[in-house]
């Protein structure tokens, strides 16, 4: 019999899988223990072993796609068996919630013919749709900034019955962050328009109607799209009119050394402006000349004619009109989201948006952990790093503070009597925590290889999962990075994160006398739903008082 192949829930957080490489193909014998593909998941490449004997009769994932938990990714039965059949049956299941889609579907166009006017029909002549077909193009209030909600025409560069190209600038709109053109993207006759000048257009409400001369247009015009209030009816617009007016009185841009003024619309000046171009070296292709967007794209400072400074202006003047031009370029690549980042950004939101994170923060002499880190590694069998020291100072610090050493389960709270230390690692994905067990127990070489081994796995992608699950504390270390401090999100459910900063030197007091000192800066992060102020602070003096005396690690 055909047996179904799913995608497994291969860690506590996984929710999805991308299939990396397949190693079996359609056809292939596998048999019980046999790889047949690697997943990756949010934070490991692992392997998906057959627990089947038999042949691959069907593959329904491709390598780079991902797929939830317990989707059908392939099956596995006897050579020519007719899997169809037992594929039919379990996709069969999700049928029933397949058959109230078309009832939702239907519901979409009824919401779209009542908001769109487009598809509304039309009161006494054509409606918007029929007219399209006709020429007719409806221009509508743009949207031109994220915060947008309607619009205010400062000026028409047209009036009905002129003749419009595609690319000419029907109007000046007023938004809430600036003053940009309009373009009708249309050719052919201006045919209404909407909103007069000094008058407010609700996003995407009609403007201006552009098409064929003597086309009858009544039939959009009935569907009773009004345009927004005038300007003059709310005394909030008023000033902004006014405000509009003067600014178009001072909108020409005088040329340089002469009486003449230039015409250019408002993007064109913001445009010209960001690239050093000066606007009285630029021709304008718009009705009298007037310079628009397409014109300073395509200004190329070589072919500008050269214009001598007059004589007569001082000297500052001629200084001042000289601009360094520099043209950019914007460019900007994407990728998609890895699954590990996914989760990195879905766990950590969750816990801080969830989580009450207070901070401690403190001082540690690491004088003395610097000599007897020297003298350890003169004996011992693995280097010791100043990491492993601080793992194993928190351990022996988190048995004589349980409090610490727990987390939040809602009408609960679970003291852990264990010390399971995770230990975050940067990869090139993001963040894997392995976790060292019992390190309260364990020697410092002890620790130093196990850590090393988490991080070569790490980087290979080989954690399993019972290498990252079960931590009741977290240590967080950027000091090999030269970062004095920071905070960090806790890893959930712990209830409390270690940050532990670079050692500095730097001037310190001792008997009264400034000498040269070792400081390293720790941070402790905590779920203020399970561990208090005091109980934190208290947690950090035994911490400090184990670290300047890394002797007391070894009793």
């Known amino acids: 019999m055909a047996e179904i192949v799913r995608m497994p829930k291969m860690s506590d957080t996984m929710t999805e899988g991308v299939m ?81 889609k078309p009832a939702e579907a239907a519901a979409v166009p009824a919401e779209e013919k009542i908001e769109a006017p487009a598809a509304a029909e ?18 509508r209030m743009p949207l031109l900034s994220d915060t947008m909600t309607e619009g205010v025409i400062a000026e028409w560069h047209k009036k009905v019955g002129d003749q419009v190209k595609d690319d000419d600038i029907l109007a000046d709109v007023e938004t809430d962050k600036a003053t940009m053109e309009v373009m009708g993207y249309a050719t052919g006759t201006l045919l209404h328009i909407g909103v007069e000048k000094g008058q407010a257009a609700k996003v995407n409400g009609i403007i201006a109607i552009v098409g064929p001369e003597g086309t009858d247009i009544s039939g959009i015009l009935n569907q009773g799209d009004a345009p927004a209030k005038p300007a003059a009816d709310a005394k909030s617009d008023a000033p902004v009119a006014e405000k509009t007016a003067e600014v178009k009185e001072e909108a020409p841009v005088a040329a340089a050394g002469t009486g003449d003024r230039v015409k250019a619309s408002p993007l064109a000046k913001r445009i010209a402006k960001d690239k050093g171009i000066d606007l009285a070296q630029v021709a304008g292709s718009a009705d009298g000349g007037r310079i628009i967007k397409k014109d300073i794209e395509n200004f190329k400072p070589a072919e500008a004619p050269a214009k001598a400074a007059s004589s007569s202006a001082p000297a500052a003047e001629q200084a001042a009109a000289v601009i360094p031009q520099y043209i950019g370029e914007e460019k900007y690549t994407e990728k998609p989201v890895s699954q590990m980042r996914k989760v990195i950004a879905k766990r950590l939101a969750e816990s801080l948006f969830t ?10 002499d690491m004088d003395n952990a610097i000599t007897a880190r020297t003298a350890i590694n003169a004996v011992a069998p693995v280097k010791i790093s100043f990491n492993d020291i601080v793992i194993k100072a928190v351990a022996v610090a988190l048995k004589q503070h349980p409090a610490v050493n727990s987390s939040w389960g809602g009408d609960k709270i679970r003291f852990n009597e264990h010390t399971n230390i995770g230990v975050a690692m940067a990869v090139e994905d993001g963040l894997l925590v392995p976790v060292v067990r019992f390190a309260d127990g364990k020697s410092l070489s002890h620790i130093s290889a196990e850590v090393k081994a988490y991080g070569q796995k790490a980087k290979a992608k080989k954690l399993q999962p019972s290498d990252w699950e079960g931590s009741t504390f977290t240590v967080s270390n950027l000091g090999m990075f030269g970062i004095d401090e920071f905070t960090s999100i806790i890893n959930s459910p712990d209830g409390a994160i270690l940050s532990v900063g670079a050692i500095q030197q730097v001037p310190v007091v001792k008997n009264g006398a400034v000498v040269p000192g070792n400081v390293m800066k720790l941070s402790l992060g905590c779920d203020h739903r399970v561990v208090d102020g005091a109980t934190g602070a208290a947690f950090l003096q035994t911490l400090k008082g184990l670290l300047e005396e890394p002797i007391r690690l070894l009793v």
């Open 355 to 364: 989580a009450p994170h207070f901070y401690l923060n403190i001082s540690i």
């Open 20 to 100: 990396a490489k397949w190693h079996k193909k359609v056809g292939d014998k596998v048999k019980s223990g046999d790889v047949m593909a690697e997943v990756e998941t949010d934070k490991a490449t692992m392997d998906l072993e057959s627990y089947w004997d038999g042949t691959i009769l069907y593959i329904g994932v491709e390598e780079g796609k991902a797929v939830p938990v317990d989707a059908i990714i392939a099956v596995v039965g006897k050579e020519g068996e007719d899997y169809k059949a037992a594929l039919a049956a379990e996709e069969g299941a999700a049928a029933p919630a397949a058959e109230s």
């Open 122 to 139: 039309a009161k006494g002549g054509l409606s918007e749709a029929e007219l399209a077909a006709k020429g007719v193009t409806v221009i």
